[in-house]
């Protein structure tokens, strides 16, 4: 079945610095989800990314979806102690398929 | 705004004991599906009902069921608890089946004992 694989497990970044978490699946995706979980808490949507080699921006995080709609990124510029969290990627369309998340810790 | 509810927020069985965890919807939202997270993992999928009819079904275990009720909540069903079963439950549900976002409960924790 379905696989999404996300790297790394852990981040520990801080304050100011910028922050990477990669998304890689088995098969080509029609669409992938990002979403944000914060410490005891539940998973919030961040954003649905759909076309090949889309780029969105939400401040001061940039998404991307692979060419191949195989692999996407979150990329986040000038952490802030208010983006501590684990960040999940998520494939599938009725039913998501989340990756293992990245766990970001941030030290002001 | 208004946003999933689930009930109980915290649940403690026994061994072998049942459980019964619910979920409802965000109004006018006909999709809901059902997730377990356990410790330092991501949600799992368990499964789905859109307009009462189950959709998809994932590693849900036998012993569970569920089902969603004409004015959209969703029970989730769980007998012969086993240790492993202890777990974060999230509801989600969506407007549209499929489509786009999901908005997450704040869960149940479950814990057998």
């Known amino acids: 079945g379905q696989q999404v694989m996300q790297i790394p497990q852990y981040q520990h970044v801080q304050e100011g610095e910028d922050f990477t978490t990669y998304c890689n699946s088995s098969?080509?995706?029609?669409?992938i989800q990002w979403y944000k979980q914060r410490p005891g808490g539940h998973p919030v949507f961040l954003i649905q990314?759909?076309?090949?080699?889309e780029v969105k921006k939400q401040k001061r995080l940039t998404f991307q979806f692979g060419e191949a709609k195989k692999n996407s990124s979150l990329h986040i510029t000038a952490t802030q102690t208010t983006d501590v969290g684990t960040y999940f990627c998520?494939?599938?369309?009725?039913?998501?398929?989340f990756g293992a998340g990245t766990r970001l810790a941030v030290h002001p | 705004a208004a946003g999933v509810i689930q009930s109980p927020r915290h649940l403690i069985k026994e061994k072998r004991e049942t459980a019964t965890l619910k979920c409802y919807p965000i109004?006018?939202?006909?999709?809901v599906y059902w997730y377990q997270q356990g410790p330092g993992q991501d949600p799992q999928f368990l499964i789905s009902?859109?307009?009462?009819?189950?959709?998809d079904k994932g590693s849900i275990p036998d012993r569970f069921s569920a089902q969603q009720f004409s004015d959209y909540h969703s029970e989730l069903n769980m007998s012969s608890l086993e240790l492993g079963d202890s777990a974060l439950y999230f509801c989600?549900?969506?407007?549209?089946?499929?489509?786009?976002?999901?908005?997450f409960g704040p869960g149940t924790r479950l814990t057998v004992l």
């Open positions: 989600a549900s969506t407007g549209l089946a499929g489509v786009s976002e999901q908005f």
């Open positions: 098969t080509t995706l029609s669409n």
């Open positions: 990314l759909v076309k090949s080699g």
């Open positions: 998520a494939g599938g369309y009725n039913k998501l398929i």
């Open positions: 109004p006018r939202h006909d999709t």
């Open positions: 009902f859109y307009e009462k009819m189950q959709s």
